[in-house]
């Protein structure tokens, strides 16, 4: 099975400051990496798909970029709605897998 | 509008059995290939199965492998997911998701439904 490690696992930060989340495949998956953010007892909602494409109506300030086995998400300028645990999942593979999860904190 | 609506949820003991649905209404469910994803209390997300859009090809998770039968009713707009030999860490919020065909990502969710295996 495909194991997906982000890092890192949690990070505290300000509204305003410019993040990076990235999740590594342990080996290549093309681009077919997708980033969900989840907030407590909700579902997950998807961010990004094909790696890099931003889903409809999601903001412009998040985006992702990588293929093979390094990705990347990042949120040019948190807000304070983007406090939430983000997880990258590999659809290229059955089984699907996803990263453990980072928690994007309120510093 | 697109909605999954995930039933069946409960309380049950060790070893028991549940059936899980996944009601889906907005669009021609019969198209879409689907799959169950679950999240045990404070932990991250676990991908389960997956079910294609015929019910032809079907796919699952290690950790239930043997115990857990995905399967669909196209007539009836319905997903479902029966748990067997139910152990104490399949204790979690089980959602269903729609699955976009190209990427395979998962667009669509339900709000999930709450398993909780205790004696």
């Known amino acids: 099975d495909i194991q997906m490690t982000q890092s890192p696992s949690s990070l505290s930060a300000s509204v305003g400051d410019r993040v990076t989340i990235t999740c590594r495949a342990s080996q290549s998956i093309s681009n077919y990496l997708n980033w969900y953010h989840q907030k407590p007892g909700k579902a997950p909602k998807l961010l990004i798909y094909a790696a890099s494409t931003l889903q409809s109506g999601v903001p412009s300030r998040f985006s992702g970029s990588g293929s093979g086995t390094d990705f990347t998400l990042t949120i040019s300028s948190l807000q304070p709605e983007d406090f939430a645990t983000y997880y990258c999942q590999q659809s290229y593979y059955n089984p699907r897998t996803f990263g453990q999860g980072t928690k994007l904190e309120i510093k | 509008e697109v909605q999954l609506v995930e039933s069946g949820g409960g309380l049950v003991q060790p070893g028991g059995s549940l059936r899980l649905s996944c009601a889906a209404s907005?669009?021609?469910?019969?198209?879409?290939?689907m799959n169950w994803v679950r999240q045990a209390p404070g932990k991250g997300l676990e991908w389960l199965s997956y079910i294609s859009y015929s019910g032809t090809t079907i796919y699952y998770a290690d950790s239930v492998k043997g115990r857990f039968t995905i399967s669909r009713d196209n007539a009836k707009n319905s997903l479902y997911l029966q748990l067997h030999s139910l152990r104490t860490e399949d204790t979690a919020v089980y959602f269903c998701?729609?699955?976009?065909?190209?990427?395979?990502?998962?667009?669509?969710w339900g709000q999930g439904t709450l398993v909780t295996v205790s004696s």
């Open positions: 907005g669009f021609t469910f019969r198209t879409y290939n």
């Open positions: 998701a729609r699955e976009e065909s190209g990427w395979y990502y998962l667009a669509y």
